[in-house]
């Protein structure tokens, strides 16, 4: 045991501290590390087994800061010892490590042994990595270490050329080949520095002719500790003056903008839904004509069409042929009677929750595949816990601050490598696409968080920090002589979506222009709109009198409106207007349309119905479908719902999760009062496991019944060592040599006493 550490009152293994624990600290460990309680372990023994499985244990430290796994990592190097000596050994402050010892423990990944506390075993395999990973590079202290001092006088009685090579050895990885120098030598018989320093044991033997610096020459070397620079202080987020009000009424605008996008984009898809890939993804093809549609450019229209998705907005249902196509569900008309700041609660709350890359969303995969949005495989894990990290720290930045230009995103993702710095390997693009995606919803405004954003990230309801933010709807607009329509703000639904009917839209802003023409007054007729209806919609709608040219365009569309007429036959087109036929038969982009006439008012075509019509009025026609009975037959397409999927957000799995915990604690409870009566000998794989795995924490000496490959059962007393991928690793008593056992031969595990 080093120097500086006391024999403390401990348990006897892992399994004993954790059989000590209260019901609320084991479902703290459960909670925080859920593969243990898959499946529920039988007893704490098989609990504190599981939780040494190198697999757990890498999950458990990717949980950590780079703080505390350097708190962890000194506690390695130190061996059995003390909370007052890994406070004296760690470069940061006495409060810091003692909480992030208790975290540790917390964990499972440290416990209290009768000779000091110690870190699990196996933590040390698992810490790879340099200082960045939390890791100092310093081996373990030797268990007879001498104490500092008198390390620390040896290191100063050492020759120069000693003390050049002790320094260039350490700062090189902190291993040597031993050469041509003995192993064993007095120190006023060394012939060479390398000697000079083994005589000292400031270079120690190791495995395959090398010769390494123990760790207690590393602490020496760094003044006692384990680092030289503190590891209690992350990064600080690079930031810059910024107004509140402008970053507010950015952010506002954002998330208004972002609300009205996934309405737009959901009203189109209820007509024309869109197509879905094999695979259930979104085609190249329907992806390039949302993002026309929405005026957006591709990676931004995969954004709002995932996060709709998360939300629960679109689904899959078949369409008439019983081909697969993305259409709004049930909960979309739900999401439509809501105000603006609740429509977009509930997607600012679907798309921090997402494990979905949009992010990712025309870029090609490791085998060249492009990925497609609302693919399956578009995913990741850890995207939730990056998004909220990233806002988290957002937070932290003074109001009327934000991100500083050209440093401040780097020196977000440099915080966020302090937080997390054993994962992920995307941690730059996954940070990056945060800031954007924050931004494009409103979250964030010119780089800084909003107030309600900052409610999102605290788990409250953002929506009443946002409706004063917002702008009142308004019930109107201006039109104008030169056919265009000014709403001067946000426009109530209701008129929104009578008035993207009317007109089309010509350019956004804090003010938006609609334009008015032949084609999209048509559009309204299509729709079952009659002439009257559209003049007194724009006579109720407009502040200022509906100028002439305007009722004159309405009545000329009218007019032309229904002057063709289509049927089928194929399909035919019918006029009274002769001359209009006969234009039409003679146009130069008409030729594919299989057309002929039969007689003066009638005209044959080869090209179906509802083909027909589109590329009739892509030739300035404004045709309508004629019944059997020879009336007129306008009206809206209907509107295509799916059903709602079910919700799996947070809120379902961690309710799953905590049901799971509480039963794993019974089941604890229960095998644990079951085991004080069983035999004390493991007879089962799982209970072998167990029994091996204590005996490696407690570095004890244990009996194991053994078949060997020819079916003969023996008893060998071992040292267990590891165990790893069903192989036991241990020093055989009877041949003292190191052999592997197959775990599933082994019958039976006793302790030997």
Known sequence: MGSGASVAVGHRSLADQLRSWTDEQVSQLLTSRPDLTTPAPHDFSQLASRAAIRSSLARALDSLTRGELSVLDALV?????????????VHAEEEYVVAALARLRALALAWDSPEGLRALTGVADCLVGGPEAGVSGLRPRTPDAPPPDVVARRIAELSDPARAMLDHVFAHGGEATAGAARRTVRPEDAASPAEELLSRDLLVPSRDDLLVVPGEVGLALRGGRTTTEPVDQPPEVASAERPARLTDGAAAG?????????????????????AALRTGGLGVRELKAAAAHLQLSEPDAALVIETAATAGLIATRADADGNPVWVPTDEFDRWLD??????????????????????????RAADDKPWNAL????????????????????AEVPAGHALAS???????????????????RSRTDQVSWTVAEAAALGVTGLDALSPYGRALVAGN?????????????????????????????????GIARSLQLLADVESRGAATVYRFTARSVRRALDAGWTAAEVHAFLASASRTPVPQPLTYLVDDAVRT????????????????????????LHHPKAATLGLRRIAPTVVVSTTPVDLLLIRLRDLGAAPVVEGPDGTVRVGRPDEVRARTPRARGPAHHDARHAVQVAAAVRSL??????????????????GALSALRDAIERRASVVIGFTDNQGVVGERVIDPISVEGGQLTAHDHTADDVRTFAVHRIQRVTPVR
Request: glycine fraction near 6%; include cysteine.
């Open 461 to 493: 309801d953002p929506a009443p920090v946002l409706a004063p933010l917002l702008p009142e709807p308004v019930d109107h607009v201006l039109i104008q002589a030169d056919l265009t329509a000014v709403a001067p703000g946000p426009l109530e639904s």
């Open 561 to 584: 409106f229904g002057q063709v007429r289509v049927g089928a036959a194929e399909s035919f087109i019918r006029s009274d207007d002769e001359a209009a036929l006969a234009a039409l």
């Open 375 to 394: 693919t399956p495989e578009l995913s990741s894990t850890l995207m939730p816990e990056t998004r909220l990290m990233t806002l988290t720290a957002l």
């Open 338 to 363: 809501a105000e603006v700041a609740d429509r977009w609660a509930i997607l600012a709350r679907a798309w921090l929750a997402s494990t979905r890359l949009p992010g990712l969303v025309g870029g």
């Open 254 to 274: 954002g998330a208004a903008e972002f609300c009205r996008r996934t309405d737009l984009l959901l009203e189109w898809w209820s007509t024309r839904p869109a």
């Open 406 to 424: 050209g440093t401040g995103l780097p020196s977000l993702v440099a915080r966020l490598a302090w937080l997390r710095p054993r994962r992920p």
């Open 77 to 89: 190097v130190a061996g059995q010892t003390t909370d007052a000596e890994i406070v004296s050994i």
């Open 669 to 686: 409870r229960a095998g644990d009062a079951a085991a004080r009566v069983r035999p004390a000998a493991a007879v089962s794989p799982a």
